[in-house]
């Protein structure tokens, strides 16, 4: 398995556009976690599902964001629209329900609006 | 609410001294703790968990219940040891984990 694959690896966009981050997760893996990582906060949990149903979405920062995840095999995180303040790496994870709890992580996505 | 606190977000030691990553949470249940750690262009990956009680890489970590917290240490620093370390938190339902803000190790030779 190549693991959890996030795409694209880096975006650049301008403010006011929809960005969109896809991930896809380790096959036969019943939870899928968005985070964001930046400087100043670390990594936090923006949503996760359990069986491609959202489960928390306290973490999102706003109505500008949504997320999906129409299969078991396939997430979206949509940003629209887009701020400066989007500027982060996004992270994808995945990991099997029950012990031992290891969620494995995407490559990221780095996110820079201008 | 729940919190895992990481106080330092750099710390620089040289290569062959000891090495102390803090972590402390803030739970009322049965808390699970995890290491995971971030090497420059490589994914976040888990280092350790305590449940394991092992060592890996040279890293242990001891729950203490009593002060709340869940320290990374290593007798003897490595420059491969340089990385971004997180402290994370399972609560005692679901798959869910709460991250510290993160501490950078910048081991010097």
Same mark, same amino acid.
């Not at chain 1, 939870?31 to 100043?40: D, E, I, K, S």
């Given at each position: 398995?190549? +693991?959890?694959?996030?795409?694209?690896?880096?975006?650049?966009?301008?403010?006011?556009?929809?960005?969109?981050?896809?991930?896809?997760?380790?096959?036969?893996?019943?939870?899928?976690?968005?985070?964001?990582?930046?400087?100043?906060?670390? *990594?936090? *949990?923006?949503?996760y599902?359990n069986?491609?149903?959202p489960i928390d979405?306290?973490?999102?920062?706003?109505?500008?964001?949504?997320?999906?995840?129409?299969?078991?095999?396939?997430?979206?995180?949509?940003? $629209?629209?887009?701020?400066?303040?989007?500027?982060?790496?996004?992270?994808?994870?995945?990991? *099997?329900? +029950?012990?031992?709890?290891? $969620?494995?992580?995407?490559? +990221?996505?780095? *996110?820079?609006?201008? | !609410?729940?919190?895992? #606190?990481?106080?330092?977000?750099?710390?620089?030691?040289?290569?062959?001294?000891?090495?102390?990553?803090?972590?402390?949470?803030?739970?009322?249940?049965?808390?699970?703790?995890?290491?995971?750690?971030?090497?420059?262009?490589?994914?976040?990956?888990?280092?350790?968990?305590?449940?394991?009680?092992?060592?890996?890489?040279?890293?242990? !970590?001891?729950?203490?219940?009593?002060? #709340?917290?869940?320290?990374?240490?290593?007798?003897?620093?490595?420059?491969?040891?340089? !990385?971004?370390?997180?402290?994370?938190?399972?609560?005692?339902?679901?798959?869910?984990?709460?991250?510290? !803000?993160?501490?950078?190790?910048?081991?010097?030779?």
């Open positions: 398995d190549a +693991g959890v694959i996030q795409s694209p690896r880096h975006e650049v966009t301008e403010m006011g556009q929809e960005v969109t981050l896809r991930c896809k997760p380790i096959s036969g893996h019943d939870y899928l976690f968005w985070y964001r990582q930046t400087m100043m906060r670390g *990594l936090e *949990l923006l949503i599902f069986n491609n149903v979405d306290s973490g999102m920062p706003e109505d500008r964001f949504s997320a999906k995840m129409p299969n078991a095999s396939f997430s979206t995180l949509k940003i $629209q629209p887009s701020e400066p303040r989007d500027s982060a790496v996004y992270f994808c994870a995945s990991s *099997l329900a +029950g012990p031992p709890y290891e $969620q494995y992580f995407g490559p +990221g996505t780095r *996110l820079t609006v201008t | !609410a729940q919190r895992v #606190t990481q106080p330092e977000k750099l710390l620089s030691v040289f290569k062959g001294a000891p090495v102390e990553l803090k972590c402390n949470y803030s739970y009322s249940g049965s808390p699970e703790l995890f290491w995971y750690v971030q090497y420059s262009r490589q994914r976040l990956q888990l280092l350790l968990r305590h449940i394991s009680r092992e060592s890996i890489k040279g890293f242990t !970590a001891d729950l203490n219940k009593g002060e #709340t917290s869940f320290h990374l240490k290593k007798p003897f620093a490595q420059e491969e040891d340089s !990385a971004m370390y997180y402290c994370a938190l399972r609560l005692e339902y679901g798959n869910k984990l709460v991250f510290g !803000a993160g501490t950078i190790l910048r081991v010097k030779s």
